[in-house]
């Protein structure tokens, strides 16, 4: 399978998965999300550039008037080639947080859609398994400090009183690591609000 031929089947799984959570919507009792209410995450990603990118991401976070708030730990490994025809590892251990502002919902807030982001810092490590040849000289040390800032959108569907299904793009900018300045990412969530 090609690089665009797997894009195009993960963008035709992706509007599939939508399309049967909005039908099972129309038969579920939808949960008002209330201000100071709370909700626990968890998801899993994959990179929109980088296909071999794969992580996972647990948050808490609380409703608002307008929107949430949240804290999240995010784990995520990550390929690159090197000058040869090796793909080295490098793996993202990260915690942040932010603000998602809704722009648009239903009136039972059952279908909702955020925007906003928010800045993480964390630690990355080069080739942590040693999977690399010795011949092979990155010129990196072992791992080095990140910061950043991540814009994110956000498509929220509940699918019972208190479980909602979310689907996310997350445009993180990490600016202090030598590897890579932007790694566009797809999220999709489970949460429950508590």
């Known amino acids: 399978m090609n690089g665009k031929s797997h894009i195009c089947y993960r963008a035709a799984s992706l509007a599939m ?8 919507i129309c038969s579920a009792h939808a949960q008002r999300t209330m201000k100071g209410q709370g909700m626990l995450t968890a998801g899993a990603t994959s990179g929109i550039t980088r296909m071999l990118d794969m992580g996972a991401e647990v948050s808490y976070g ?36 932010g603000y998602m502002h809704r722009l648009v919902s239903t009136r039972s807030r059952s279908i909702s859609l955020y925007a906003g982001g928010g800045a993480f810092l964390g630690y990355e490590i080069y080739d942590p398994a040693g999977e690399l040849p010795s011949s092979i000289s990155t010129g990196l040390a072992a791992g080095s400090f990140l910061y950043g800032i991540s814009a994110r959108a956000e498509v929220e569907f509940f699918i019972t009183g208190r479980l909602a299904v979310s689907a996310s793009v997350c445009a993180p900018v990490n600016f202090s690591s030598p590897v890579t300045l932007f790694r566009p990412a797809l999220l999709m969530s489970l949460r429950y609000n508590i």
């Open 62 to 97: 609380q409703y608002l008037l307008k929107g949430y708030w949240y804290t999240a730990a995010s784990v995520a490994s990550h390929k690159i080639r090197t000058s040869g025809a090796y793909l080295m590892r490098y793996i993202d251990l990260l915690g942040g947080g």
């Open 17 to 24: 998965i939508l399309l049967c959570l909005i039908s099972s």
